[in-house]
């Protein structure tokens, strides 16, 4: 499968980079729209079937995969298939939870989400809130889903002011993505997760792909560690829900199918 050409000059630096020197390469990806295709239910998104063995071929050459994801760490193993994987680290809950050949690290979650979770039910029926308007309990978070109203977009713009004001007064973050809104503990973010961990492996390139908003800490902070000489690749898995990432990506492709053809294709030129 042929590699894409990256739109910009440091693009084509980034992948020729992770071409020469695979040692040295980390692939950092997204979760939900990036390895699995988006359904209306979280509880059945499941990876790619090609995800899981693609990155199984990226593995024999490269430093290691990360998964960086708002999900709970744990769940994205399951859902995508990555449990025996070797060099696999999922840093999920945007990078405050690790998981790593099996074993859970995270710390516990602030009381504000005991405070947002006991709130929510009220909040969500003071606003009116649809019908189809959904609460994703993630242990470390809480997320009000609006994919599964008759009018999602309406009822995602709906509930928006009245969450932002519940995460003011409970002190958590706002994390808005595709037809959710997440309040969560704030301080960390997907960026800062990819550069602790690029600095761990004393990676030599990187690869991101995400999908999201909640990925646009991420490609910042790739094109920081560009600025300061480490080559990277930009990838955008591309849908018509959320246009904003492809002016940050090298490399736009078409959703989760199109992240795998490019990982194959990434492994096929290393000769993974
Ligand atoms: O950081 P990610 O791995 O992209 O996770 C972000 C959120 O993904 C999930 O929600 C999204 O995917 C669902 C399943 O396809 C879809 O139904 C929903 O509309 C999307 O927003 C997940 O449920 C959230 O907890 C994650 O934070």
Do not use: N
């Not at 295709?37 to 693609?54: K, T, Y």
């Not at 390139?205 to 690749?233: I, K, M, N, Y």
Request: hydrophobic fraction near 45%.
């Amino acid at each position: 499968m042929p590699l894409p050409d990256p739109t910009t000059e440091q693009g084509r630096a980034g992948l020729a980079a992770l071409c020469a020197d695979p040692a040295g390469a980390v692939v950092a990806l997204d979760f939900d729209g990036t390895l699995a295709p988006i359904v209306p239910d979280p509880a059945q998104a499941r990876a790619h079937p090609g995800a899981a063995p693609a990155l199984r071929r990226l593995l024999r050459r490269i430093d290691s995969v990360a998964i960086i994801t708002g999900r709970p760490a744990g769940l994205a193993v399951e859902y995508g298939g990555l449990a025996g994987l070797d060099r696999l680290v999922v840093l999920g809950g945007y990078g405050r939870q690790r998981w790593e050949a099996g074993r859970l690290s995270e710390p516990e979650p602030p009381a504000g989400v005991a405070e947002a979770r006991a709130a929510l039910p009220a909040v969500l029926s003071e606003a009116g809130a649809p019908e189809g308007t959904w609460i994703e309990d993630k242990g470390q978070a809480v997320a009000v889903h609006t994919r599964r109203a008759a009018e999602p977009e309406r009822a995602f713009a709906l509930l928006r002011g009245p969450l932002v004001a519940l995460a003011e007064r409970t002190g958590l973050a706002v994390e808005p993505g595709r037809l959710v809104i997440e309040l969560r503990p704030p301080g960390i973010d997907k960026g800062t997760a990819l550069r602790r961990y690029l600095a761990e492996r004393g990676a030599r390139s990187v690869l991101f792909g995400g999908d999201d908003l909640g990925d646009v800490p991420a490609f910042t902070e790739l094109a920081r560690l560009r600025e300061q000489g480490l080559p990277g690749l930009a990838v955008c898995s591309g849908s018509a829900e959320v246009t904003e990432l492809t002016r940050l990506a090298d490399v736009v492709v078409d959703g989760p199918a199109g992240v795998v053809a490019l990982l194959e294709g990434y492994a096929d030129a290393i000769g993974a």
